[in-house]
């Protein structure tokens, strides 16, 4: 079983569709968590950090987190074309001594026009 | 402004040879991390560090080297015993438990 597990899409939404990206872990002692947004071709840029159960809001993006069912999801709502790129889900799991962020093989979105 | 440099962006290495990627930060971030990415899969740890003179093996560390001198370098050479080194590299810092920065990459390609 993979620690991080995203659907690797594509996913397809219409301009102005709420887009839906879930993320599951396995690890049940996983305290932070973060999604990640990547452009062809470019490095990952941090869009929200999401650290305690239930919604974290910031303009058209809301992370949501349920640790007891171990997931995680990203809601983008008023969806651009912008939007469209490849999006990581990360945890630092429990286990280790390091703050190394697992990631998932990343869900690829393509907004529609 | 602060952040985290890579360089070169692009970089062409020959069978056998070994080739060294530069990675320097202003942040002030105690950990430093490598990544490898192939196309269409996620992020693999190759090394990281957390303070000055001391890294640690990630999950693919197999021919490749690092050093850590300075809080704010932190070299990755690929060395000619990593048989497959075309990839995408990504340096990353981080501050305790918070999310990563990354540098702008180095795409690395055999010839």
């Known amino acids: 079983q993979k620690e991080v597990e995203q659907n690797s899409g594509p996913l397809s939404v219409p301009e102005g569709a709420i887009a839906s990206l879930n993320c599951t872990y396995s690890?049940?002692?996983?305290?932070?968590f973060f999604w990640y947004r990547q452009y062809s071709g470019k490095s990952p840029e941090l869009i929200m950090s999401?650290?305690?159960?239930g919604d974290k809001e910031d303009g058209r993006f809301t992370a949501q987190l349920n640790k007891a069912s171990q997931y995680v999801s990203l809601l983008i709502r008023d969806s651009q074309p912008s939007d469209s790129a490849t999006y990581l889900c990360a945890v630092i799991p429990s286990s280790g001594s390091a703050r190394q962020l697992t990631f998932g093989s990343g869900t690829q979105l393509t907004v529609l026009p | 402004d602060g952040g985290i440099t890579q360089s070169p962006k692009y970089l062409f290495r020959k069978e056998g040879q070994n080739v060294t990627l530069s990675c320097e930060q202003n942040?002030?971030?105690?950990?430093m991390y490598w990544y490898r990415q192939d196309p269409g899969q996620g992020l693999r740890l190759i090394y990281y560090?957390?303070?000055?003179?001391?890294?640690q093996k990630g999950d693919i560390a197999e021919g490749y080297s690092v050093s850590r001198e300075k809080k704010e370098s932190f070299p990755l050479t690929v060395t000619s015993a990593q048989k497959n080194p075309t990839a995408f590299y990504l340096c990353a810092s981080s501050r305790q438990q918070y999310g990563y920065t990354f540098g702008s990459g180095t795409r690395l390609t055999v010839v």
């Open positions: 942040l002030n971030h105690d950990a």
């Open positions: 690890d049940r002692g996983s305290q932070s």
């Open positions: 560090s957390q303070i000055v003179n001391d890294f």
């Open positions: 999401i650290y305690s159960n």
